[in-house]
């Protein structure tokens, strides 16, 4: 049988992987594609997201392909993985299959400084996709093929960009497991604004247990209820004048919890009414949703704030709506006093 190997560190696997596939079966007329996750790259230093979280993402999006598996021996083994030790693996495991092992025009430059170069394009025949039509040279016997390449990267991803380029099941996994969030804040927000959202999330999460209400929902209501605080005023317009004209007459200040409610949909690929709902209320505390009293009452409670909150903290978490009224009506006092 042939099989072609993607191998990479898929942190999320992407739309753009699986495009890579559907072109490698068809062009090297292999009967299966294995995906081949790597414990760590040893030319690459970045963090690596668990194992376990990776795989499954990849069984995910790999499981409406039957000609498309999962090869896990990279995980298996201890330590540092060479490519020339796994495919020797392979072979003792699968002594009647020929590998085509694919690679990228980056990874053809640096072919001579791989382990053992001269038995990998023994093992395998080598195949390098040239994505722009500027291939490197090098020195081994290795083919090259034409791939049209999707416009994204798992490192785009990983910054909460192109969202639209992963399986909806995937997505799902990554909001259920809470990866990629701080990525995902880093880039929109400024630092004290970040902590501050995974400050108040842990507190969201806090009231909702207390409360038997979803703590995965409460916590992303966390994350979320901010995005769209770094946003100018001319940035917020154009979404304000679609979504909620009628909301225009509030001072600016007001507007990210709209602007914000339309964004995670729209850019993050949630799709939760509630989310939205108390991500929309969240500055003015004008809905008595669960969630939404959470995101209010926890947004103006958050320990960073440096303020003693511990007693209203406990009257939240004892009587939701009794601790909503109480926080509004301070937030209330404080904003006359602020005129
Ligand atoms: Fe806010
Ligand atoms: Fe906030």
């Known amino acids: 049988m042939k099989v072609a190997i993607v191998g990479g560190s898929f942190d999320p696997v992407h739309l753009g992987h699986l495009q890579m596939a559907h072109q490698a079966k068809e062009q090297l007329g292999v009967s299966q594609v294995w995906f081949l996750p790597t414990k760590k790259t040893p030319l690459k230093d970045r963090q690596l ?16 392909y039957p000609d498309y598996k999962v090869c896990t021996i990279e995980l298996e083994r201890e330590g540092t993985s060479y490519t020339v030790d796994t495919l020797k693996e392979l ?15 980056d990874q053809l430059e640096q072919f001579d400084r791989w382990k053992e170069p001269d038995t990998l394009v023994c093992l395998a025949q080598f195949v390098c996709f040239d994505r722009d039509g500027k291939l490197g040279n090098t020195a081994y016997p290795i083919r090259r093929i034409h791939m049209v390449p999707m416009p994204v990267s798992s490192s785009e991803i990983r910054r909460g960009k192109k ?7 995937v997505l799902d996994y990554i909001y259920q497991h809470r990866l990629y969030l701080k990525g995902f804040l880093e880039e929109r927000l400024k630092p004290k604004r970040v902590a501050h959202s995974f400050s108040v999330a842990k507190l969201c999460e806090e009231f909702a247990c207390a409360h038997d209400l979803d703590p995965n929902r409460a916590y992303l209501i966390g994350c979320f209820h901010d995005i769209a605080k770094n946003m100018t005023e001319a940035e917020m317009k154009p979404w304000m004048e679609i979504l909620c004209p009628e909301n225009m007459h509030y001072p600016c200040p007001v507007w990210h919890g709209f602007v914000a409610s339309e964004i995670v949909d729209r850019i993050f690929g949630i799709h939760d009414f509630q989310i939205r709902q108390a991500i929309y209320h969240h500055v003015l505390g004008t ?14 409670l958050d320990p960073l704030r440096g303020y003693p909150v511990q007693k209203q903290i406990d009257l939240v978490k004892q009587d939701l709506l009794q601790g909503f009224w109480m926080v509004k009506e301070e937030n209330q006092k404080y904003l006359e006093g602020k005129e």
Not at 91 to 105: Q, T, V
Not at 163 to 169: E, K, M, T, V
Not at 287 to 300: G, L, N, Q, V
């Open 49 to 64: 997201t668990d194992d376990q979280d990776r795989l499954a993402m990849l069984k995910m999006a790999l499981e409406p």
């Open 91 to 105: 072979h003792a495991r699968y002594p009647d299959h020929e590998f085509f092992w694919l690679i990228g025009n």
């Open 163 to 169: 969202l639209n380029y992963l399986a909806p099941q």
């Open 287 to 300: 809905s008595t949703d669960p969630y939404a009293m959470i995101i209010f009452c926890a947004d103006k």
